[in-house]
Structures are given as C-alpha cells and as structure tokens.
C-alpha cells in the first residue's frame, strides 16, 4: 500500500478501516542469499538498498528486540556532513545527498528537516580550525558558511555572546544540516525493504555464527539456525559482544551516552546549535521540546543509563551557552550504547572470517551516516569490494598507521 494524500482523504472518508501493517510478520525461513544482523537503521537500510540496488529480494533482517529499541530510537536525530578528512567527508556528503531524497525513496514522512547545523567558536585558532573544515566541505560537494560574531547574532541573539571565560567569536554554519525523525527512519526502511520482500525479523538473537572450514555460512539464532551464503554485523553498541562469537575481538569499546528533552517551547532555536567550548548540542523537536546532549559517560559499558556527574556536566555547558534554556524543565532522559571505535570513525569491512561482513565502530555520530552507511555496506556485501566513499573505512586501518582521526585525540575511543 503507498502513502500518499489521496490515501489519507479515502482512509478518512471510510473509517480508517483499510491501514494494514507497515511490515510483514513472517517466520524465518531456513536459508537466505543475505542475512543482515541488527535491525537498527544501519541494519534495515542495508537491507532495502541489497533488495533496490543490487536486486537481491531473498534477504533477512534479525533483531533481537523491537526495530527501534536501539540507538536509531534513542539519538538527538542531528544529520550533518561538517567533517574535515578525506576518509570522512565525502562518505557524510554521500549520506547528506540521500537523506534529502529519503522520503520519496522509502514513501514514508521521515520528517528530514534541513533547518541548519551550527557549530560555534570562541577563539581565533578555532575559528581557523573551522575555516579549515569549511573548506574541505565545500571541496566535497557539501555547503558551509562561516560566520562572524554579528552573523551568528542575527540567527541566535539570546546566546551569551560576553562569556568572560568563553566568549562566542564566530561559528561555522552548515546550512543543509538538520535533523529527521529517527524512529521514522527505523519504520521507513523497514516497511521499503519489507515491500522488495526482505524478511524482518524481530525477537530473533543472534547467538552464534556458522563457521565451516573458515569460512561463515549462516547464523545461530534464539529462533534455530539459519543458513546464508553472506552475513552481516551491524548491532552498533553490541559489536563487540556480537563479533566476539566469530572469535573476532574489536578495536571498539562500549560507552553509554545520555540525551535529554524538555517541555514543549515555543520556536526558539532555527537549527541545530552546538557549543564549540565544551559538547553541547541542542535542537527543538517539533513538538517544542528542547532536544540536547553532551559527553559520554567515560567508562566502559553497556548499560543503557546514564549517570548524574554527566547530566551536570551537559547542563553546565548548556547554561554556559544558552543561560535562558536554565528556566526549561527537563521531561525525559535516557542512554544508548555507543561503539565507540579507537580513532573515532567506523568500519565498514570484510572481516577475517570469509562470508562475514562488519559495519560498526559509529561513536555517537551514526545516525546521520544512517543512509550512507545501509548503502555502502549493501555494497560491499553484494560485491565483495567496499564503497569509494567507504573506503578508507578498513579494519585494519589501525594495524597498517592509516587511522582517521577526525577529532586528533589519538587511540582513547572515550575521547572521540
Ligand atoms: C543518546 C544518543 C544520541 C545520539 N545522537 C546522535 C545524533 O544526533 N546524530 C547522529 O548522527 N548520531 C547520534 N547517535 C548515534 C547513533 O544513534 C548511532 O550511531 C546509530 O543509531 C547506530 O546504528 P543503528 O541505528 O544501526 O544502531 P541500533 O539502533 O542500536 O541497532 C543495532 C541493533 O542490533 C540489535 N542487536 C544487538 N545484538 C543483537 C544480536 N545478537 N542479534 C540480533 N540483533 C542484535 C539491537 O537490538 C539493535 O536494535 C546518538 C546515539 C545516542 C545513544
């Protein structure tokens, strides 16, 4: 069933009787060309663009929970394509270009919001870091604008501007940035894939892998074995623990990382803003609520909570930079499991086991690379060769010195 206005003026018209599910419920079948673990975004998007792309319709997609349980339901939605280096941007540029025909492509309202992403400065060696990175965007096909103090004024007076420690010099303003519904994504791949006959499949864990002479041949579930002649990996915060069946051990470790919502507000914010002095960043749903998170929690976990030095900490930098947003009420807060790789970007890859792809190693930064990530990973699965814009995206990367340190803070993954 498609989607469309006339669908909903002849839904109305009778009773809202005609609605069926967004997805098929079936059973899992005992062998599949493509078996993709994780039904988060990354996971279901591989699956749709294995079935639109490469014309593979016999394909599985096994969740252990509920689609959305993970970090595609619990992150603060920013999509972005600001990175500096090579490795990274025209992957991110890549995602920005799908994103901004997600909607036609899955018929489904991902609500994908391009009202702007910015990143403030407050000195003159950041503003210079910021002309950089401005430059390599746009030297990737992406846009960026960098403000001066008044310009960032002009778009949000109510910023404290005369900080005495941090006072705000200027910003760099991507203005095709934004944010979209992230549970929305979840479904729109989901019910797009399940349309080209992929097989979603929830309450199904992976327990193990079926590895015959080297090489992997299906996989070892809660729901009994299923055959494959290709698998893979994208269960995000569980990676490791999931790799690890493979006897793969990862150069990722868990963090959990929070995310906060307010009462609903009126308009405030034109877009994503971001503290350049600490990590902060703050958007506004459009039901109102003030939409914000910080750091991670800076230990080892995979607990999906948080801890309260971190919800002072992202308070803090929230009131160094907006002092008004003090007066809003906080309504929820939550955590994600983060896998957080050792230079800070993912891995898109062959594994050492033949058969066995992984997509992982996100940080906290893999929503926006939802897209890009589904079709790059399809990609690699159907060829065998990884992506141009994924390719510098290797697992040995950091055996061979080539790692992609976007951040500079070298192989601490908590600091990434
Ligand atoms: C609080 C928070 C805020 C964030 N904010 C942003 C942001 O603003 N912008 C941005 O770009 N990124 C953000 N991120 C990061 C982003 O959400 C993640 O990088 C991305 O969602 C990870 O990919 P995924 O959607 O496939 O993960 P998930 O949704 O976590 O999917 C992985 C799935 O694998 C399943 N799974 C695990 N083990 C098994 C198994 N053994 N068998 C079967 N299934 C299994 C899990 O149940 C889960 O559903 C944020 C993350 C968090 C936690």
């Known amino acids: 069933m498609g989607y469309s206005a006339f669908r909903i003026v002849r839904e109305a018209l009778t009773g809202h009787r005609g609605w069926k599910p967004a997805w098929r419920d079936p059973e899992p079948k005992a062998e599949y060309d493509a078996v993709v673990v994780g039904g988060g975004g990354h996971g279901l998007a591989t699956a749709f663009y294995l079935a639109r792309e490469h014309g593979l319709a016999n394909v599985a997609v096994l969740e252990k929970g509920w689609l959305g349980s993970g970090n595609i339901g619990r992150n603060t939605t920013i999509i972005r394509s600001n990175y500096l280096l090579p490795g990274n941007q025209p992957f991110y540029e890549w995602s920005m270009k799908l994103w901004e025909g997600?909607?036609?492509?899955?018929?489904?309202?991902?609500?994908?919001?391009?009202?702007?992403?910015?990143?403030?400065?407050?000195?003159?060696?950041?503003?210079?870091?910021?002309?950089?990175?401005?430059?390599?965007?746009?030297?990737?096909?992406?846009?960026?604008?960098?403000?001066?103090?008044?310009?960032?004024?002009?778009?949000?007076?109510?910023?404290?501007?005369?900080?005495?420690?941090?006072?705000?010099?200027?910003?760099?303003?991507?203005?095709?940035?934004?944010?979209?519904?992230?549970?929305?994504?979840?479904?729109?791949?989901?019910?797009?894939?399940?349309?080209?006959?992929?097989?979603?499949?929830?309450?199904?864990?992976?327990?193990?892998?079926?590895?015959?002479?080297?090489?992997?041949?299906?996989v070892e579930t809660t729901r009994g074995p299923i055959r494959a002649r290709r698998v893979g990996v994208a269960v995000a915060g569980s990676s490791s623990r999931v790799m690890a069946l493979a006897g793969l051990r990862l150069p990722i470790e868990s963090h959990v990382l929070q995310a906060f919502v307010t009462e609903g507000l009126k308009p405030v914010l034109p877009g994503v803003v971001t503290y350049g002095a600490g990590h902060f960043y703050v958007?506004?749903?459009?039901?109102?609520?003030?939409?914000?998170?910080?750091?991670?929690?800076?230990?080892?976990?995979?607990?999906?909570?948080?801890?309260?030095?971190?919800?002072?900490?992202?308070?803090?930098?929230?009131?160094?930079?907006?002092?008004?947003?003090?007066?809003?009420?906080?309504?929820?807060?939550?955590?994600?499991?983060?896998?957080?790789?050792?230079?800070?970007?993912?891995?898109?890859?062959?594994?050492?086991?033949?058969?066995?792809?992984?997509?992982?190693?996100w940080c906290y930064g893999g929503f926006k690379a939802t897209p890009a990530s589904g079709w790059c990973f399809a990609h690699l699965m159907a060829t065998g060769d990884p992506h141009p814009v994924a390719a510098a995206m290797r697992l040995d990367r950091f055996r061979t010195g080539a790692p992609i340190d976007e951040r500079g803070a070298g192989p601490q993954p908590n600091l990434h």
């Not at 979840?186 to 019910?191: I, L, P, Q």
């Not at 080209?196 to 193990?208: A, K, L, P, S, Y």
């Not at 003090?326 to 955590?335: C, D, F, I, Q, S």
């Open 102 to 218: 997600l909607e036609q492509a899955l018929n489904f309202n991902a609500m994908v919001s391009q009202r702007g992403v910015l990143n403030l400065c407050h000195s003159d060696a950041q503003r210079d870091a910021y002309a950089r990175r401005g430059n390599a965007m746009i030297m990737s096909g992406a846009d960026a604008v960098l403000l001066d103090r008044d310009g960032v004024r002009r778009m949000c007076p109510f910023l404290d501007f005369d900080n005495a420690r941090f006072p705000i010099t200027g910003g760099l303003w991507q203005p095709r940035g934004g944010t979209a519904r992230h549970d929305a994504v979840a479904w729109g791949y989901a019910r797009a894939a399940d349309r080209r006959g992929v097989d979603i499949v929830q309450n199904c864990e992976v327990t193990g892998f079926l590895i015959e002479g080297g090489v992997c041949r299906g």
């Open 283 to 361: 958007s506004q749903s459009d039901k109102g609520g003030l939409v914000f998170g910080g750091d991670l929690d800076g230990y080892n976990t995979y607990a999906q909570r948080g801890n309260l030095p971190v919800v002072e900490d992202v308070c803090e930098g929230g009131m160094a930079m907006m002092p008004s947003i003090g007066r809003a009420r906080v309504l929820r807060m939550w955590g994600g499991v983060v896998d957080m790789s050792m230079d800070g970007s993912p891995i898109i890859d062959r594994t050492p086991v033949e058969g066995l792809f992984f997509n992982g190693g």
